[in-house]
């Protein structure tokens, strides 16, 4: 019987280094998406691009180019496709225990507002390598309750750039 208790011990204590050792791998990504709508106007999108579910945005602005400092050739670089300033990239990258392998970054940066930005798609088969980018359409119905991991998201302004933030991790 103590025998059993032991190894019940083990496996728990064990299991749970395990889990830990692990870490976190990121189903979520929040993004920006800017679509170019002509005459130098373009619709600014903040959502969450799911690994699941695709990009569902949570706000929208149709406004001019000259809003976010975006010029005719950065606006035909990024038009369609999701993207996140290069400086918050880096930090969830540094985060011990907290894997991107599901998300893909270009290595071009694009100035928007004069903060350098990366393109930032699913993963496919490059498993996190940069890749050639797609544009991901938003899905045809809404689930009524996404499912996160382990985050909480904040309300976003333009060029106030706010990821979710991690919580209940001990």
Request: with cysteine; charged share 15%.
């Amino acid at each position: 019987m103590k025998s059993l208790k032991m190894m019940l011990f083990l496996v728990v204590c064990l299991g749970g280094w395990n889990a830990q050792a692990a870490g976190i791998v990121a189903e979520d990504y929040s993004v920006d998406r800017f679509t170019d709508l002509g005459g130098e106007k373009i619709r600014w999108e903040q959502g969450t691009l799911f690994v699941k579910q695709g990009f569902i945005p949570q706000t929208s602005l149709d406004t001019s180019f000259a809003s976010f400092g975006l010029t005719q050739e950065v606006v035909n670089a990024i038009n369609g496709k999701f993207v996140d300033t290069l400086a918050l990239w880096t930090s969830f990258s540094n985060i011990p225990n907290y894997s991107l392998r599901n998300f893909t970054r270009s290595v071009e940066t694009y100035s928007i507002d004069g903060v350098p930005n990366v393109l930032v798609s699913l993963s496919g088969a490059g498993g996190g390598q940069p890749s050639k980018h797609q544009k991901f359409q938003s899905p045809p119905s809404i689930p009524k309750q996404p499912k996160l991991l382990a985050t909480q998201h904040s309300f976003w302004l333009p060029s106030t750039h706010q990821q979710p933030t991690i919580s209940g991790l001990s």
